[in-house]
């Protein structure tokens, strides 16, 4: 279950990641996912080892399962032609077991390294979410690592 733009910023605020009055709402910069992994001059998908693939159907999706001897898999989620100075929350959505924790970070000089997760449902269903506060030449990159998990989608928001 996506939670709504909303719903987002009313949890960024209970968290204290943002002041209060400091943003009135969160517009959507771009949305990728399996089914769509690319929108030009906004952003990309790139996955290395995923275990499958599924661009079709009701749940596009990519999962990454372990197996001895291969690497752990990950998925860097770039983003492109981003306004500096501006605040930008990425809402990941995935899914995994509930045990353990997703390893999520910004990849970008000067993002920041805040990373709060928030849990649409409880059980497989999760959204995490992860600011990039400043955005060094336009360019933005969170990178996502976990054994055995799925990934949905994921909307950049935007802080206005």
């Known amino acids: 279950m996506k939670l709504s733009a909303a719903h987002v ?7 204290k990641v ?7 709402s969160l517009e959507t910069y771009v949305t990728l996912s399996p089914q769509h992994p690319w929108e030009d001059d906004k952003g990309w998908l790139e ?16 999962s ?31 899914g995994s077991d509930g045990t353990g924790s997703f390893d999520v970070r910004p990849v970008s000089e000067g993002a920041s390294l805040n990373f709060a997760m928030i849990s649409a449902t409880a059980g497989f269903y999760q959204t995490l979410l992860a600011p990039l ?7 933005g990159l969170i990178r996502v690592i976990r054994d055995d998990w799925v990934f949905y989608e994921v909307t950049l928001l935007k802080a206005a």
């Open 9 to 15: 910023l009313e949890q960024l605020i209970q968290l």
């Open 64 to 94: 990454w399962v372990p197996e001895e001897g291969q690497p752990t898999g990950y998925l860097d989620i770039w983003f492109e032609n981003l306004e500096p100075n501006s605040l930008y929350f990425a809402q990941i959505e995935v």
């Open 47 to 62: 996955a290395l080892n995923p275990r499958s693939f599924f661009s079709n159907g009701s749940h596009p999706n990519m």
């Open 18 to 24: 943002v002041k209060k009055d400091a943003h009135k």
């Open 133 to 139: 506060e400043t955005v060094v030449g336009g360019l």
